[in-house]
């Protein structure tokens, strides 16, 4: 196929800018996070994984570290597959779903072990090339120093507090005073990156062996959640 990159017969003049290295996120600052590891001397795995803790900071109502991960990642002339994907409780009873057609979407009851974390370390680990600690810094100094909210996110997380209304602990960390960020605001959420910066620190332990994982179990015990300390000090992240 003959591609004529000087020619562009749209009303609209955006040109192809052709670069060495490129990252594409739903979000501009997460994006810069990912470059920022490329100016340091990173690879696409260290910018990677600051693109994705990035995302949980400045961009809340679609990632989070409490969530799971895959990548299909090209290196040493191989594809490589991960599955950072949480498991189900040891304590699932699945006689506490009767009468239901469906997981449930809200609550503890569909609660798996979160997987991310496990992922960023692993893909780190195997391909990575910056200290871990320096991946996750633009995440840490987002969630600390604050960021803009953006309009999309804006709105997603007016429409979460809705959806969340009953949920006390979503209520306090995402929605403080009684109401979430608007559009243009800038947001903080020490909590946020206090967490991050334990599980650079850490590598990860601290989230499924240490403080973290503690407080995710009594969360999930005060709740009436199957999720327990020993499903987090189980769980690892699979290369498949």
Known sequence: MNVDYTSYPYPSQRMPVFARNVVATSQPLAAQAGLEMLRKGGNAIDAAVATAA???VVEPTSNGIGSDNFALIWAGGGLHGMNASGRAPIA????KFDGMDQ?????WGGVTTP???SGWVLAHE???SLPFETVLEPAISYAREGFIVSP???SGWSRSQRAYRDFRAWQETFAPGGRTPR????FRSHGHADTLQKIAETKGEAFYRGEVARRIADASATEGGMLGLEDL???RADWV
Do not use: C, K, N, Y
Not at 103 to 107: A, D, K, N, Q
């Open 54 to 56: 990035a995302l949980t």
């Open 92 to 95: 699932f009873d699945i006689s």
């Open 103 to 107: 997981i449930p979407t809200r609550g």
């Open 115 to 117: 997987g991310a974390v």
């Open 126 to 128: 195997q391909f990575g």
């Open 152 to 154: 999309e996110t804006g």
């Open 183 to 186: 559009i243009g605001e800038v």
């Open 233 to 235: 000090e189980r769980h």
